[in-house]
């Protein structure tokens, strides 16, 4: 089986804006530009903020038990289903989280990948 990953770093905003202005002037110079997936904070304490042990245990619920909704998720890690929402809302912005539909009134949340990877820019 394959293990697909998702890429998580650290970047201070100077090296985002860099790397977003070389890839401006290599689109408008016509070249090709590498793609790249991932996931990006400013800071440690910003990923810190974000990934919590409670959005971590609900990544890991989602990966392991395949929920059909946001409201079975609750149910199945005993947690108020407000605090739920809100915590899968935001990894779905920062783009650790995916939704498909599995009925009319539900939306099913699902993750991507197997491994998250950590990188640190020095």
């Not at 394959?2 to 650290?10: H, M």
């Not at 810190?48 to 990544?59: D, G, M, N, Q, V």
Request: glycine letters at 4%.
């Amino acid at each position: 089986m394959k293990i697909r990953k998702v890429q998580i770093g650290i970047k201070d905003a100077r090296a985002l804006l860099k790397d977003f202005v070389e890839t401006c002037e290599s689109l408008q110079k016509g070249e090709d530009v590498k793609q790249e997936k991932g996931v990006y904070f400013t800071s440690i304490e910003a990923f810190r903020r974000a990934i919590t042990p409670k959005r971590l245990e609900l990544l890991q619920c989602i990966k392991n038990h395949n929920p059909v909704s946001i409201r079975h998720l609750s149910t199945l890690i005993k947690r108020d289903i407000k605090n739920v929402s809100d915590d899968i809302r935001f990894m779905e912005q920062v783009g650790l989280i995916d939704f498909k539909e599995s009925n009319e009134r539900n939306v099913k949340p699902f993750v991507s990948y197997d491994k998250i990877m950590i990188e640190i820019a020095v």
